[in-house]
């Protein structure tokens, strides 16, 4: 009697575990997919090197070309370059790409691509 109670406890106990896991998985997409999101600031001291000539490929229906950008690699303490890429078109609003600014107290901060109305 003993030995079946703890099984129905362990088996309770897992499908409890794996189904708030699932909860996990699922709602991470969700609030992606209605635009909420978790914005990151990144100040370094290093300016980002001029931007890298891309050349633009020919329009693709439907997209929005996001030119490439330097993005700070803390691993590696400098700058890599991040290539361009097509971007799902949203009507009524238009892309902002990624890019640098200089605060006010010399770092550089980074800000990520975003849609704009």
Request: glycine share 14%; proline share 13%.
């Amino acid at each position: 009697m003993e030995s079946t109670m703890n099984r129905k406890s362990s088996a309770l106990i897992l499908c409890a575990g794996l189904a708030l896991a699932c909860v996990g998985f699922v709602a991470t997409p969700a609030a992606q997919a209605q635009g909420i999101g978790v914005g990151v600031s990144v100040g370094i001291g290093v300016p980002p090197p001029p931007p890298r000539y891309e050349p633009v490929p020919a329009p693709r229906f439907g997209y929005v070309w996001a030119p490439g950008y330097w993005m700070w690699s803390p691993r590696m303490h400098r700058h890599v370059w991040v290539g361009g890429r097509w971007v799902r078109g949203r009507p009524g609003w238009r892309y902002l790409p990624p890019h640098w600014d200089r605060g006010p107290h010399g770092n550089w901060h980074f800000s990520d691509g975003y849609w704009a109305r």
